[in-house]
């Protein structure tokens, strides 16, 4: 399910490319994808904590140059919203405030147990950029 964060609820049709991100407190998954296409490509994962994650994420901002931004938000099986909810949250709230890009969130339950299943089984497997990429995914068919 796609929750707007950004104050509108509809994805205009000129935003085509999109960077999303799966939050975590100490990897953050990456992936980029466009509207065309309808898919994402796992991009290295940012291996940092707190204010050092910045500097990555506005390199991958610079170097892609999105449209906007999609995140992922973690919830309980049964909808209810958690510590990381809030993380995730506060982390869109950030990139908007950062990069001044519309920012969009994603229901994220499951992503992780998804890429798993695709066959990224571990840290080394860039397990968190396949979730990242299947966040984007998720996003994307969401479009009209």
């Known amino acids: ?14 935003q ?10 100490k990897r953050t998954g990456v992936a980029v994808g466009n509207r065309l296409m ?3 490509t796992p991009q290295p994962t940012i291996r940092a904590e707190g204010e050092a994650r910045w500097a990555p994420i506005e390199s991958r901002v610079a170097e892609w140059q999105p449209d906007a931004l999609v995140v992922g938000v973690p919830f309980h099986p049964d909808g209810a ?3 990381n909810t809030v993380r995730a949250r506060k982390f869109a709230r950030q990139l908007r405030g ?3 890009l519309p920012v969009y969130e994603v229901d ?3 992503s ?3 890429a798993h299943a695709r066959g990224a089984r571990n840290v080394d497997a860039n ?3 396949v979730a990242a990429a299947i966040i984007l995914e998720q996003f994307l068919r969401s479009l009209p």
């Not at 399910?1 to 000129?14: F, I, R």
């Not at 085509?16 to 407190?25: E, K, N, P, V």
């Open 127 to 129: 397990v968190d950029g």
């Open 38 to 40: 309808r898919s994402a």
């Open 112 to 114: 992780t147990t998804e």
């Open 98 to 100: 950062r990069f001044q």
């Open 16 to 25: 085509t490319s999109f960077l999303a991100f799966d939050f975590g407190l």
């Open 81 to 83: 919203a958690h510590e």
């Open 1 to 14: 399910m796609v929750m707007a964060s950004d104050s509108s609820a509809e994805v205009p049709a000129g």
């Open 108 to 110: 994220e339950r499951y």
